[in-house]
């Protein structure tokens, strides 16, 4: 048996020991192994998993530190992987029984840079299909009768419930975000084209963004630093320096920061309960706070990212729906019906107010470190269905990075988390300010 106490550790105590030869990657990812044998019965987490596979990575990492061998900064640690990500090694179907067996060559980049780092591919994640709303097998670890958030289920429940202390997901709409509240981790979706897409399935090249799952701000900046750069495969990926994650995320702000507390037009789609605590949280800040009202145009926001997002994923997957018949979710065939239907024009016109949206709220974070703002609507909702993304909804299509902090508590003690929207680039300061954030709400 392995020690039980090895899979709590956050992956940035966990890459130190190895690296020290403290423990072995060998028995930290049979402890993970452990953790996700006694629970996963109830969370359903995975939908690909071979423990003597991932165990045989972490002896080969284990001999290279023995032959002495550079140590890299994911060494040994164990993440899960969306399953729309593609892996030579396992898998790679997007929650569809269209792509079942499907059986990738190679690995996307994002996978081929943690490998790279010396992460342990631990498995595949259940995601819902294809990304979407048509939820998985996945439950929420703090109450399986509740949804973990879609469409990164498995994976936020994979950190949430011990079993991994990473995970890599995506976000279209409010993939990473919402989930990791519901879960109640630490979310975080970086700029759009921060992290390359090369390898992993395509919604829409206009709103997809790679996100990571943890459970600290420290760890989300470990894993951070090894995926984001520059990828030629990615048409969104910019030649520019990376942020330095690990070496901003601890420093103290230069300046107490300001944040602007921005409501959006779909406030009244927050339950009471969540609207209390969220206001009551933001008048415990006190100064560092100011309620910002964003100006009528932006109300257009949430049409304008359904027209693309469906546009783009009739584009992508129409055909192959059709191939399937019945194969595919009503609700996936539906979603295919009205993108089909939407105009050119329409089409421009939405992507046209995205670029719009994103200037305008570059003007607003001129005067602010971050916005505040709600990550989900509430606590995670019970059922099936894998909640409402509307809070998520504008900053995915202005493409700015975004974090979720699970600071606030719900219904029967469920997570709600507090989101932090920065800058379009400037992930390293938002990071920053959220590591401020969590500080003053620990002291609170």
């Known amino acids: 048996m392995a020690d039980a106490s090895l899979a709590a550790l956050s992956a940035t105590e966990a890459a130190a020991e190895m ?10 990812t049979r402890a993970c192994l452990e953790r996700i044998a006694a629970v996963e019965g109830e969370v359903h987490a995975f939908i690909h998993l071979d423990p003597d596979y991932a165990i045989a990575q972490a002896r080969a990492l284990d001999e290279r530190r023995r032959n002495g061998q550079p140590i890299d ?48 591919i631990i498995g595949k994640s259940v995601t819902t299909e294809f990304a979407y709303f048509h939820p998985g097998a996945t439950r929420n670890p703090h109450d399986p009768e509740r949804t973990p958030g879609g469409s990164s289920s498995g994976s936020a429940a994979a950190v949430a419930a011990g079993m991994v202390p990473l995970a890599i997901g995506s976000q279209t709409n409010g993939s990473v ?10 979310g975080v979706k970086p700029t759009h084209g921060t992290i390359s897409r090369h390898g992993a399935l395509i919604l829409s090249m206009a709103l997809d963004h790679v996100g990571v799952f943890a459970r600290s701000l420290a760890d989300c900046a470990l894993i951070l630093d090894v995926l984001a ?53 933001a008048i415990s800040l006190g100064g ?31 055909a192959l729906v059709e191939r399937g018949g019945d194969a595919s979710s009503k609700q996936l ?15 421009l016109a939405a992507r046209d107010g995205a670029l719009r949206y994103r200037a305008g709220l570059a003007d607003i974070l001129k005067d602010y470190d971050a916005i505040l703002t709600p990550s989900a609507p509430g606590v995670a909702p019970k059922g099936a269905a894998t909640g409402n993304p509307a809070f998520n909804t504008l900053w995915t299509l202005a493409g700015l990075p975004a974090v ?41």
Request: glycine share 8%.
């Open 19 to 28: 690296a020290l030869g403290t423990i072995s990657a060998e028995d930290y």
């Open 73 to 120: 900064p994911l060494h040994g640690v164990a993440v899960a992987i969306k399953d729309i990500f593609d892996t030579a090694d396992y898998p790679t179907e997007c929650g569809s029984p269209l792509l079942k067996g499907r059986r990738p060559v190679r690995d996307c980049t994002a996978v081929a840079r943690l490998r790279a780092a010396g992460a342990v």
């Open 177 to 186: 975000i919402r989930p990791a509240s519901f879960c109640g981790v630490y």
């Open 229 to 281: 750069g520059y990828d030629a495969e990615d048409p969104d990926s910019r030649p520019s320096a990376s942020p330095a994650f690990r070496a901003t995320v601890a420093q103290k702000p230069p300046s107490p920061p300001r944040l602007a507390f921005v409501r959006t037009p779909v406030w009244d789609k927050a339950d009471a309960e969540a609207r209390a605590a969220f206001e009551s949280f």
């Open 288 to 318: 560092a706070v100011r309620l910002i009202d964003l100006p009528e145009p932006f109300a257009a926001a949430w049409a304008d990212q359904r027209v693309i997002m469906y546009t783009d994923m009739a584009h992508n997957f129409g």
């Open 333 to 347: 065939r539906d979603l295919v019906a009205e993108g089909s239907r939407n105009s050119a024009l329409r089409y």
């Open 404 to 444: 979720s902090l699970p600071l606030l508590k719900g219904e029967g003690g469920m997570p709600i988390g507090v989101q932090l929207v920065g800058a379009f680039g400037d992930d390293a300061r938002l990071l920053r300010t959220a590591n401020w954030l969590a500080a003053i709400a620990a002291r609170a």
